[in-house]
């Protein structure tokens, strides 16, 4: 009796045992479908907000599609302060050619195209935005801060100069303009397609305008990027940037939040570019510029002539202190060691024309209204050994900048 008795208790004792294990199982299973659920709620909350009505859609080869939306449904207008906002017209002088000097350099191309543009074209009265993919909210370290470039604190620097913001995870290499109220830049960038290490990693080429207001950096960006994590792929791509509070919480790339107005309906935010230069070869360029109209707002402007869109007033200052022509990295392995592998510019860091990137036909505007190179201008990089920035010499310079970070052999 005593050992049925203990059998009987096992017996119970396993059932009881299975049953909690179920149990368990099938709450732990049910709130990871209601969490997965819910983030599937958020997702298309969020692709619902990003993706605007189309009035025509047009799939590029290279797998973009571009959605052609009324120019005043664009996210822009998704924003408080334009509820009202009117599209400004473009001014007269953004539409005159402001720099006499040759487009092109030695033998360099300007005839850079964006890929999607051999497929369609968009109507009047409408702009192109990249659609955001559920594939891209996906690879996005929150749904939130999508679009936007990842939140870092600034660090101390030995540098003297106190407009100087460093990040800790970016690497930068640039000729810089500063001390005055400037209105405007731009540049001839030359155009690669560089090699980015990890799937977090981004590098761009590119043109800023900067001023600090206490602890804050207000910037606007324009210029050419690698970034696999943003757009899923390692094509290089037309982008934008903004920020009022050092890449905080304000501002985004291209229009994956309120801000930049576009009233172009050819040029396509985050489309990729080409062709692409090549080591001695061929080389393309293509001409960035931005510059403050008399209303306040921030224009950018494409190959000397083509407005893009606008930064309205109600979101940047009406002056920058700072230019800056170059590039950057961002990785968690730059300024440590070992170093990350992900290449600035066109990857080489020694060498001229057809090795090198560069930017050239530099200029900056000021309340002179001139357009002119700047008087006080130095080349700078964070990091030396691993990413250079050289000027070269002569009356209209070229600059010189990027490399292959960790491969170039003093880099840690």
Not at 379 to 406: I, V
Request: proline share 5%; charged share 20%; net charge neutral.
């Amino acid at each position: 009796m005593k050992g049925a008795n203990y059998q009987g208790g096992m017996e119970k004792f396993k059932s009881a045992t299975l049953f909690l294990w179920v149990f368990f199982a099938l709450c732990t299973l049910n709130i990871e479908a209601r969490t997965s659920s819910t983030l599937e709620r958020e997702i298309e909350a969020k692709l619902k907000l990003l993706n605007k009505p189309a009035v025509k859609s047009i799939k590029s080869e290279d797998g973009d599609i571009f959605d052609c939306v009324d120019i005043y449904k664009q996210p822009a207008f998704d924003h408080p302060a334009l509820q009202n906002h009117r599209i400004q017209r473009i001014p007269d002088f953004l539409l005159e050619s402001q720099n006499s000097n040759t487009v092109g350099t030695f033998n360099a191309s300007s005839e850079v195209f964006q890929t999607w543009q051999k497929s369609g074209s968009c109507p009047d009265g409408t702009v192109p935005i990249r659609r955001i993919q559920k594939e891209d909210l996906l690879r996005a370290a929150s749904l939130d801060r999508f679009g936007q470039k990842p939140q870092e604190s600034s660090v101390n620097s030995t540098h003297t100069n106190s407009d100087f913001v460093h990040l800790k995870d970016r690497s930068d290499a640039y000729l810089q303009a500063y001390g005055y109220n400037f209105i405007g830049a731009e540049a001839n960038i030359n155009v690669w397609n560089p090699r980015v290490d990890k799937p977090e990693d981004f590098t761009t080429a590119q043109l800023w305008l900067k001023a600090t207001h206490g602890d804050n950096l207000e910037s606007v960006e324009a210029g050419w990027m690698v970034n696999p994590k943003l757009y899923g792929d390692h094509s290089t791509r037309l982008f934008i940037y903004w920020t009022k509070d050092t890449y905080k919480s304000t501002g985004c790339f291209d229009l994956t939040c309120s801000g930049f107005v576009q009233t172009n309906k050819a040029v396509g935010l985050g489309g990729a570019l080409g062709p692409i230069s090549t080591p001695l070869g061929q080389q393309y360029e293509i001409n960035f510029g931005i510059f403050l109209d008399n209303a306040g707002n921030w224009w950018l402007k494409l190959k000397r002539a083509i407005p893009v869109g606008y930064w309205p007033k109600e979101f940047l200052g009406q002056s920058a202190t700072i230019v800056q022509w170059g590039g950057q990295v961002y990785s968690h392995e730059v300024k440590t060691k070992p170093h990350t592998g992900t290449q600035m510019g066109s990857g080489e860091a020694s060498g001229r024309f057809g090795g090198a990137c560069y930017m050239s036909t530099v200029r900056i505007k000021d309340y002179s209204q001139m357009l002119k190179y700047p008087q006080l201008v130095y080349a700078y990089s964070a990091e030396p050994d691993c990413y250079r920035a050289l000027k070269d010499d002569g009356t209209d310079p070229l600059f010189y900048f990027g490399g292959p970070g960790r491969n170039l052999p003093h880099c840690p």
